[in-house]
């Protein structure tokens, strides 16, 4: 478990008053792995032509992305310490149009899957082996545009596409007939489960994948513990949205320390 | 098969051939008269399925990477159905991209209220940076795409189910601005799709009535040419807006704003009431049920401005609707916003 982007996040909240910080808790080994040992990306020129593209559809686990994007240098410490301040670039969600290394604005939930079946479309098109990795969120996936999404994907054949979804329960505590493995498997994609806080797991699973030019796409259901790390913030209780006090931010930090 | 329509897949042929990154995303519908830029243009046709807001959003990441997408389908699957998609994917994230619809307002009267499209204007006027078209004859259509649909904004192109009958020369047709089809004097019409046509004929008809009308044709609605509107208007000070559209939000929402500095003028709109269309009937069926014929009009002028021989002071304005049959004295609202 990494406590030191999970410190990064509890500041950021305590510096700007707000934040998601269980529902950033809960991705924060998928991001890791997925910067520091897969995605091929440049920081000094974010628009790189041969990116793999990352899409946080669920965009209100932004600080954990904000995190790992400072920690790989598209942002600033300082940039950092804007966050959801006048002046700042860093909002609750993630915002294409302001942040250097985020592919989408997103927020509304249910948009980051079908874009980014276009963007992976578009690049096969273009003759490019990029690869398009997608986060959703296991709530998420009641929207309906990621099922019609997983279904297009499929029939398109987006073989370098792959959905990873942070399987916290969120979801389950709505409808409890949650069984996400299946539902990603009779649309059609090749599916994995994994430990999503194991970072041996999601690399593993990562390496696992083929990506082909065309083939069938990839879902890992990543199981996952919102508010992971902190025992007080387990759970889908009150910390959802909840700013600590100065007596709370000293437990978190020493869970973390 | 719809003329406008069938150019719609004449002008993607005819683009896509010299253009690699035009790509045309349907939701099952025109798929036969595509076929031709299909074949022509190999793997940039997509007939995703019946998924209309994952089609917009699936464009959008096709914008992304460069691509110029046309998303076509039935009015009211694009604009409504997929409205956050529009706002959120296309606009917000800044990524130019064209939606190309058939079936607005009531072109598909008999399919009744989940078929029609009678707002398509306010709402994408309600995004930023969106640009709306609404191109009444072939050439129009044609025009109108090949200038704008590669300029980085969201553009809608509203393909309506009949053309007017006025032969317009291309070189006449540019994007975001207006077309004087007719001089006058006391009394301007800003018409926009194919009721020019029941515009002129009943320009003519008015004149026994002592109406020397100026006629404005509006082909693109955003960016609206309001020069041309506002130099008209202070002329004759009298106008009347004919548009298939909702009342709220529509064209004469925008020339009321545009006209606004000009004292003492009367503003009539002719226009579909902030209500459903609840009958069944053709297009005709319902152009005559909401008065956009000549004799519409007509009656419209003259019920509600009288004679242009003997014109008082204007004191008043009104939007007048005709609809299913009621006499149009029964159905008047103050715009009260003057």
Redo the contacts between chains.
């Keep these: 478990m990494n406590e030191y982007l999970r410190r990064q996040i509890v500041q950021m909240v305590m510096q700007g008053k707000d934040g998601h910080i269980p529902s950033a808790f809960s991705i924060v080994e998928i991001l890791n792995v997925l910067y520091g040992q897969h995605l091929q990306f440049d920081s000094k020129n974010p628009d790189w032509s041969h990116r793999d593209y990352f899409i946080l559809s669920k965009g209100h686990g932004c600080l954990a992305l904000y995190a790992v994007l400072q920690k790989h240098g598209f942002i600033t410490e300082e940039v950092i310490s804007m966050f959801c301040r006048p002046g700042g670039v860093l909002g609750e969600h993630p915002d294409?149009?302001k942040v250097p290394g985020i592919?989408?604005?997103t927020g509304?939930l249910g948009?980051g899957l079908?874009?980014?079946?276009?963007?992976?479309?578009?690049?096969r098109?273009?003759g490019m082996d990029n690869r398009v990795f997608v986060l959703v969120g296991d709530g998420e996936c009641h929207e309906?545009?990621v099922w019609?999404?997983a279904?297009?994907g499929t029939?398109l054949e987006l073989g370098r596409l792959c959905v990873i979804v942070d399987w916290n329960g969120s979801g389950a505590t709505l409808m409890p007939h949650d069984d996400l493995p299946a539902k990603w498997q009779a649309f059609g994609w090749d599916t994995t489960i994994v430990d999503g806080h194991s970072e041996k797991e999601l690399d593993a699973a990562i390496k696992n994948i083929q990506f082909p030019v065309v083939g069938v796409p990839t879902a890992i259901i990543a199981k996952t513990v919102k508010g992971k790390g902190v025992a007080m913030l387990q759970g889908h209780g009150k910390w959802h949205h909840r700013i600590p006090n100065e007596d709370e931010f000293n437990i978190i930090m020493e869970a973390l320390s | 098969m719809n003329a406008i329509r069938q150019q719609f897949a004449d002008t993607m042929l005819s683009i896509g051939k010299d253009d690699p990154d035009l790509v045309v995303l349907v939701g099952d519908i025109s798929h036969g008269i595509l076929q031709p830029f299909a074949n022509a243009c190999p793997g940039r046709y997509f007939n995703v399925g019946i998924c209309e807001p994952t089609i917009v959003s699936m464009a959008a990441g096709l914008s992304k990477v460069g691509f110029h997408p046309v998303v076509h389908t039935i009015a009211p699957f694009i604009i409504e159905r997929s409205y956050e998609q529009i706002k959120l994917d296309f606009c917000y994230q800044r990524l130019g991209g064209n939606l190309v619809t058939v079936g607005a307002a009531f072109d598909y009267g008999n399919l009744g209220c989940t078929h029609h499209c009678y707002g398509d204007f306010a709402l994408v006027k309600a995004l930023p940076d969106t640009q709306i078209t609404f191109p009444a004859s072939i050439v129009e259509f044609d025009a109108l795409f090949r200038q704008a649909y590669r300029n980085d904004f969201l553009t809608l192109f509203r393909i309506p189910g009949y053309e007017h009958d006025i032969q317009f020369n291309v070189v006449d047709i540019q994007f975001g601005s207006a077309i004087k089809v007719a001089d006058g004097h006391n009394l301007t019409f800003i018409v926009t799709g194919p009721e020019l046509s029941s515009a002129l004929a009943a320009r003519d008809a008015l004149r026994a009535f002592g109406w020397d009308i100026e006629v404005v044709y509006i082909h693109t609605i955003r960016p609206l040419d309001t020069e041309m509107i506002i130099a008209s208007v202070q002329k004759t000070r009298r106008v009347l807006v004919i548009e298939e559209h909702m009342r709220s939000g529509g064209l004469g929402d925008d020339v009321i704003r545009a006209t606004r500095g000009i004292p003492d003028i009367q503003y009539l709109s002719l226009s579909i009431p902030d209500q459903f269309v609840t009958g069944y009937g053709t297009w005709e069926d319902h152009c005559r049920d909401l008065g956009f014929t000549q004799e519409g009009i007509v009656e419209c002028v003259t019920t509600y401005c009288g004679s242009g021989n003997d014109i008082e002071q204007p004191k008043w304005e009104a939007a007048v609707s005709y609809f299913h049959g009621q006499l149009p004295g029964l159905n008047v609202q103050e715009y009260g916003c003057r």
């Excluded at chain 1, 079908?114 to 690049?123: D, E, K, R, S, T």
């Design positions: 294409c149009t592919e989408a604005s509304s948009h079908p874009f980014a079946v276009g963007i992976a479309q578009g690049l098109m273009r309906g545009t019609e999404a279904n297009v029939n």
